[in-house]
């Protein structure tokens, strides 16, 4: 609620504290929440590595949307470098765990101008 100011005033601060809380609790989408927290600096420090680090955490769980953002982070170079096979790998991780988005936007590892966006896809099905 704090976050999108649903009822409230938005505050960042308020936000991540009740993340803060749900994450220690267990709540992967809260931790998720850090990961964005801390690699666009909402309400938070910028610090990529923490946010690639959240993210792995979320992954290996089989959170979709951390696997998108992995992919989003490889297919921009942002915090690691820039490697459009890796981000492929997984934005197509993301697809199989039921992300819509990274399906939509499958147009990001368009980069392979012999193949379109969906072909590509299918060679790591």
């Given at each position: 609620m704090y976050?999108?100011?649903?009822?409230?005033?938005?505050?960042?601060?308020?936000?991540?504290?009740?993340?803060?809380?749900?994450?220690?609790?267990?709540?992967?989408?809260?931790?998720?929440?850090?990961?964005?927290a801390s690699?666009?600096?909402?309400?938070?420090?910028?610090?990529?590595?923490?946010?690639?680090?959240?993210?792995?955490?979320?992954?290996?769980?089989g959170l979709a949307d951390a696997q998108f953002q992995?992919?989003?982070?490889?297919?921009?170079?942002?915090?690691v470098k820039q490697d459009f096979e890796m981000a492929a790998e997984w934005y197509f991780r993301a697809i199989k765990h039921g992300y819509k988005v990274a399906e939509a936007r499958a147009d990001t590892c368009g980069h392979l101008l012999t193949k379109t966006p969906k072909d590509y896809f299918r060679c790591y099905s």
């Open positions: 976050q999108r100011g649903f009822g409230c005033t938005r505050n960042q601060g308020k936000c991540l504290r009740w993340m803060k809380k749900a994450a220690a609790l267990g709540q992967l989408r809260a931790l998720l929440y850090f990961g964005f690699a666009w600096a909402i309400g938070a420090r910028l610090d990529i590595k923490k946010a690639i680090g959240v993210y792995e955490i979320c992954a290996e769980q992995i992919g989003l982070m490889h297919y921009s170079g942002l915090g």
